[in-house]
Nanobody
Framework: QVQLVESGGGLVQAGGSLRLSCVAS????????MRWYRQVPGKQRELVAA???????NYVDSVKGRFTISRDNAKNTVYLQMNSLKPEDTAVYYC??????????????WGQGTQVTVSS
């Protein structure tokens, strides 16, 4: 059974920083792409940042220059360093990964989400 578990959310003042982590555990053969999404009530889930197993990351325009996604393949972990946070960054942040499980199945997995609240 594969699980993605996020941590690192919380309450921070505008201009502050947070670092989110997401660890994938279980019977995993290989993790391909890893991503961070965010969602606010009443809106669609938004892709914030994505990073392939090897190669360059991509970001939504609103976070470029402020957020950095990185990963540690040995630890099956993806990070999201968020600097210069703004109130509009307030959302539930979700980790997503597409991976090959030990069973051979290939599918997308989601974490349970972690709340980020930025006060003005």
């Amino acid at each position: 059974q594969v699980q993605l578990v996020e941590s690192g959310g919380g309450l921070v003042q505008a201009g502050g920083s947070l670092r989110l982590s997401c660890v994938a555990s279980g019977s995993i053969l290989r993790i391909n792409g890893m991503r961070w999404y965010r969602q606010v009530p009443g809106k669609q889930r938004e892709l914030v940042a994505a990073i392939p197993r090897t190669g360059s990351a991509n970001y939504v325009d609103s976070v470029k220059g402020r957020f950095t996604i990185s990963r540690d393949n040995a630890k099956n972990t993806v990070y999201l360093q968020m600097n210069s946070l703004k109130p509009e960054d307030t959302a539930v942040y979700y980790c997503n990964a597409d991976l090959i499980a030990a069973s051979g199945s290939i599918r997308f997995y989601w974490g349970q989400g972690t709340q980020v609240t930025v006060s003005s």
